[in-house]
C-alpha cells in the first residue's frame, strides 16, 4: 500500500473560488481524510504549492490549512518536476496565459470555468493539450450538486416521459457595494475584466443541459445591465460595463425548450438560488442545490380558472420529495478525487478542456444573439 504523493500548482487559490470551494472544501479535505484511496489500497496524497503574487496572503493560507508550500513564482514551480498538475482559478482574463505556460510545461491542467474569455482561445487551449497528451479537466461542479444528481436520477429512471420544457431561475440580489459590501467582486460587472453574467454563467448552463437533457442546438438571448454602477473592493463607484442579468432561450435536442433566466438584480422569492423546473408528459420535477420534488401525471390536480373565488389549492404543498438514497459530498471535491484518479490511474473524466470550450462557445453566441436581436444556432465543436 503506497502513498503516491501528487504535486500541485494552484493558482489563483487566494481567490473566493479558489479558498473556499478548491482549497478549503476540496484539497485540504482529501488531504484530512487521508488521501484518495484506490482500489489496489495505494493512496492519492495531493500536495499543493500554492502560488500568487503576495507572499502573506498565501503564507496565512498554507498555514491555515497545515500546507507547507507556496510561491509567488509560477515558473520556479512549473519547473519543479514534483509538480504534475496545474490548477488554475485567477479570473478568468488571465487562465489562457496561465493554462498554456502550464501546458508547455508539460503539466497536466485542472481549471475553472470559463476555460478562456473566446471560443478562440479556449479552442486553442483544448488543442494544446492534446497535441502535448497532457490530462485535462475543467470545473463542472453543478453536476455534482444533489439536486441535479436527484434530477439526473429522474431523467435515467424515464420518470418525465417525454420531456417538453425546462425552466431554470437563477439568481440573487448582489449588493451594489455603497450602504452594504458586494458578495462576489467587482471584476464581474466589468466586461474589460472577464465579467458579465453571460460569460459567467452560460458556461455552466452548457454542461448541465447537455449533460442532463441533451445537446443545446441554438439560443436566443437578451442580456442587460440592471445596476448601472455599482462601489469597488476599494470603495470606488465604478461604471458597470457587463451585463448582470440575461433572459434567454434555448432549443435543445429532442424538441425540448429551455428557458434560462440568470440575474444578479433579483430578489429570491423561490425554493433556491437557483431553480430547475423540468415538465414532462408523466410528471414533472424541481430541482434545487439539494433538494428535488416531483409530481406524476396520477398525482395533478386539475385547477380550473376562477379568480370570483379564493384559490383552493395550495400548490406548493403538492409535490413528493425525492429521497436522498446516498451520501453526497461536496462537488468541487468530487471533482477533484476524480480527476486526481484520472492523472494517476487513467480513470475516466470527461469533462475536459474541449466540454469547458462548448461553455465559453454557448456564452459567446448568446452575446451575439443579443448583439444580433436574433436566434443563434450552435454548431458542433471538434478539435
Ligand atoms: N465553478 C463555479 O461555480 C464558479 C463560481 C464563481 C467563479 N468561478 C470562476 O472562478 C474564477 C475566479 O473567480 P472568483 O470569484 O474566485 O474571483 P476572485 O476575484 O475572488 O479571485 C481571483 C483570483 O485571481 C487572482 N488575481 C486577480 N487579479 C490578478 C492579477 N492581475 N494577477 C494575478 N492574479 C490575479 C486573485 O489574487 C485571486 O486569487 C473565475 O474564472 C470565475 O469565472 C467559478
Known amino acids: 500500500m503506497a502513498t503516491i504523493n501528487v504535486g500541485i500548482i494552484m493558482n489563483g487559490v487566494t481567490g473566493r473560488m479558489g479558498t473556499n470551494q478548491h482549497l478549503i472544501r476540496s484539497i485540504a479535505a482529501i488531504r484530512k481524510q487521508g488521501g484518495v484511496a484506490l482500489p489496489n489500497g495505494d493512496v492519492i496524497m495531493p500536495d499543493p504549492i500554492l502560488v500568487g503574487r503576495q507572499e502573506s496572503k498565501l ?10 508550500r507556496w510561491s509567488t513564482n509560477l515558473d520556479e514551480a512549473l519547473a519543479d518536476a514534483h509538480n504534475q498538475i496545474y490548477f488554475d482559478s485567477q479570473t478568468t482574463v488571465l487562465r489562457a496565459a496561465g493554462v498554456r505556460k502550464a501546458i508547455a510545461a508539460g503539466k497536466h491542467i485542472y481549471c475553472e470555468k470559463p476555460t478562456a474569455g473566446s471560443l478562440a482561445e479556449s479552442l486553442e487551449l483544448a488543442k494544446l493539450a492534446r497535441d ?3 490530462k485535462n479537466g475543467v470545473v463542472q461542479d453543478k453536476l ?3 439536486g441535479l444528481i436527484k434530477l439526473k436520477r429522474l431523467v435515467d429512471s424515464g420518470f418525465f416521459g417525454r420531456i417538453l420544457a425546462v ?3 437563477f439568481g440573487y440580489w448582489v449588493f451594489e457595494g455603497d450602504w452594504q459590501p458586494g458578495q462576489r467582486p467587482s471584476w464581474n460587472y466589468r466586461k474589460e475584466d472577464g465579467g458579465g453574467i453571460i460569460v459567467d454563467m452560460f458556461a455552466h448552463w452548457r454542461y448541465v443541459l447537455d449533460n442532463l437533457f441533451g445537446d443545446v442546438k441554438s439560443v436566443s438571448c437578451l442580456g442587460v445591465t440592471h445596476i ?3 462601489v469597488d473592493e476599494q470603495g ?3 461604471d458597470c460595463t457587463a451585463d448582470d442579468a440575461a433572459y434567454a432561450t434555448f432549443e435543445i435536442e429532442g424538441g ?6 440568470s440575474s444578479w438584480a433579483v430578489r429570491v422569492n423561490r425554493d433556491d438560488l437557483v431553480t430547475i423546473h423540468v415538465d414532462g408528459t408523466e410528471g414533472s420535477a424541481v430541482a434545487g442545490l439539494r433538494d428535488c420534488k416531483t409530481q406524476h401525471r396520477v398525482n395533478t390536480p386539475k385547477p380550473v380558472w376562477n379568480p370570483d373565488i379564493p384559490n383552493p389549492f395550495n400548490f406548493l404543498e403538492q409535490w413528493e420529495n425525492v429521497p436522498d438514497n446516498q451520501v453526497f459530498d461536496n462537488g468541487f471535491k468530487i471533482q477533484w478525487e476524480l480527476f486526481l484518479k484520472h492523472v494517476v490511474i487513467d480513470t475516466p473524466f470527461p469533462w475536459d478542456l474541449l466540454e469547458g470550450a462548448k461553455g465559453t462557445q454557448l456564452s459567446e453566441l448568446g452575446l451575439q444573439s443579443w448583439k444580433e436581436r436574433r436566434w443563434v444556432d450552435v454548431p458542433e465543436l471538434t478539435l
Not at 59 to 68: H, M, Q, S, T, Y
Not at 256 to 261: C, E, L, R, S
Open 236 to 238: 470606488n463607484t465604478y
Open 132 to 134: 502535448k497528451g497532457i
Open 167 to 169: 425552466r431554470m431561475e
Open 228 to 230: 448601472p454602477q455599482r
Open 59 to 68: 503564507k496565512a493560507l498554507a498555514e491555515a490549512n497545515g500546507i507547507g
Open 144 to 146: 455534482f450538486l444533489p
Open 256 to 261: 425540448i425548450i429551455a428557458q434560462v433566466n
